[in-house]
């Protein structure tokens, strides 16, 4: 709804605990839950049970979203600064915000006044053109290059 504001996650955030923030970190750089569980010496179904209570206690539903919360918590430190090697557009830089703050491909979709399918493709686009692994890798190199920061917040998840 659009008149409804968004939810600060600060307010309700539980620490993440060492091996959470390690699950997010790989998730982060775009490892799916069986290359994270490799890294970590755990089974993939023990990754995706973190993943759980990571979305549990920053009250987010997706990966880039939970990517996203973690550093906006300051549960996961925000990654070194890049230099953005093309010139974004506005487009971009929306897409870049809806993959981070809102969980749904129709909340993306109506927050670019697009089609789920056409958003989809824009986001396809836009993490090929970023070189990035899926939409998690692709929300945290969106806070290395400066698109995003800790004022973009998530939308409430039933939204």
Partial sequence: MAGRAFHSIKA?????TARETSVIQQVAHGL???EVGKALGV????VTRHLSS???KLLARSRPVKVHAAIVTGALQPPEPLVLPWEITEEERRAWQAVATRARPRQIA??????????????????ARAAARN????VWLGHAYQVLDVTHTVMPPDE
């Fill in 43 to 46: 089974q993939p179904g023990t």
């Fill in 12 to 16: 309700h955030t539980t620490q993440l």
């Fill in 110 to 127: 109506r927050f670019l006044g697009l089609s789920e399918l056409e958003a989809s493709l824009r986001i396809q686009a836009l993490m």
């Fill in 135 to 138: 939409t998690g890798h692709l």
């Fill in 32 to 34: 799916s839950n069986e």
């Fill in 54 to 56: 990571i979305g549990d």
